[in-house]
């Protein structure tokens, strides 16, 4: 059975780091490309971050490119999410999913169930 | 960016009722459009992807349609079950999500 679990979520300050673990059984990691995917309390579903299956390409949203960093480390079959330079308005649930990339079958077809992230002033 | 705009923001109606959601994209994303499902404190599910494939398991009272920009998704009889918050999401482009319809009793 496919399954995500993330990790490391917590209360940080502005400015400081946390990094997010997603642990996945069920599933081989070399065979899927992986998102973050993030919701601030009361608001609709943001996109973050892409690695494909190989750890070779990366995308980010412009709201956090250049702060947060994704990877994955197939050994530990987790997926990783290095996040500096906190601010206040990245305080979210963060999901872990599964990509299904384009084409017969669901974009994001398995979540996690989240890891909440709360950043103070 | 691809941006996505769905509305309503919420939408009240009652067991039976036929549902219509609509999301527009701020360019063309072709028919790459999925619709999911959340309730309170869960993690979002797939209903639809590609525009109009319905997933497996899902009640076929679910349904999808549109291309290019404008799309919706349609419950043809709202159950119980129904109420929740809809969320759509294009991946022509990386990836961007609509801002969410809330579904609620009237």
């Known amino acids: 059975e496919v399954e995500l679990v993330e990790s490391g979520g917590g209360l940080v300050q502005s400015g400081g780091s946390l990094r997010l673990s997603c642990a996945v059984f069920?599933?081989?990691?070399?065979?899927?490309?992986m998102d973050w995917v993030r919701q601030a309390p009361g608001k609709g579903l943001e996109w973050v971050s892409y690695i494909d299956s190989g750890g070779t390409t990366t995308h980010y949203a412009d709201s956090v490119r250049g702060r947060f960093t994704i990877s994955r480390d197939q050994a530990k079959k987790s997926l990783f999410l290095q996040m500096n330079s906190l601010r206040v308005e990245d305080t979210a649930i963060y999901y872990c999913?599964?990509?299904?990339?384009?084409?017969?079958?669901?974009?994001?077809?398995?979540w996690g169930p989240g890891t909440m992230v709360i950043v103070s002033s | 960016d691809i941006q996505m705009t769905q509305s309503p923001s919420t939408l009240s109606a009652s067991v039976g009722d036929r549902v219509t959601i609509t999301c527009r994209a701020s360019q063309s994303i072709s028919n790459w459009l999925a619709w999911y499902q959340q309730k309170p404190g869960k993690a979002p599910k797939i209903l639809i992807y590609k525009t109009s494939y319905l997933q497996s398991g899902v009640p076929s009272r679910f349904s999808g349609s549109g291309s290019g920009t404008e799309f919706t998704l349609t419950i043809s009889s709202l159950q119980p079950d129904d109420f929740a918050t809809y969320h759509c999401h294009q991946y022509n482009t990386y990836s961007s999500f609509g801002q969410g319809t809330k579904v609620e009793i009237k």
């Open positions: 069920g599933f081989s990691l070399s065979n899927y490309d």
């Open positions: 999913a599964r990509d299904g990339g384009r084409g017969e079958k669901p974009p994001i077809d398995y």
